[in-house]
């Protein structure tokens, strides 16, 4: 059973930095594209960051100064590390990740979320 477990969330000041880590476990062949969402009250899911299995990054043009995306496949692990943080950035932030449950068969999946509140 594959589980994407995110960690590291919580509640920091206006200006303040955080990095989050999604941990992926059980049974499964290789990882490959991972990601990182959002979701404010009352606002669509939005795409913050995505990353490669060789390190490519895309971002999200309004958040690429100051959030940074990378990833430990060593761990299993991919991160967000998250500066300058602004009350606007305050959401749930959700793991994706494509597993590869063969070598030609992969299936998406999410992490529970993990929330970050940012006060002013």
């Known amino acids: 059973q594959v589980q994407l477990v995110e960690s590291g969330g919580g509640l920091v000041q206006a200006g303040g930095s955080l990095r989050i880590s999604c941990a992926v476990s059980?049974?499964?062949?290789?990882?490959?594209?991972m990601a990182w969402y959002r979701q404010a009250p009352g606002k669509q899911r939005e795409l913050v960051a995505h990353?490669?299995?060789?390190?490519?990054?895309n971002y999200a043009d309004s958040l690429k100064s100051r959030f940074t995306i990378s990833r430990d496949n060593a761990k299993n692990t991919v991160y967000l590390q998250m500066n300058s943080l602004k009350p606007e950035d305050t959401a749930v932030y959700y793991c994706?990740?494509?597993?590869?449950?063969?070598?030609?068969?992969?299936?998406?999946?999410w992490g529970q979320g993990t929330q970050v509140t940012v006060s002013s």
């Open positions: 059980g049974g499964f062949f290789g990882i490959g594209a």
């Open positions: 990353i490669t299995r060789g390190s490519s990054t």
């Open positions: 994706n990740a494509d597993i590869y449950t063969s070598q030609i068969r992969s299936q998406n999946y």
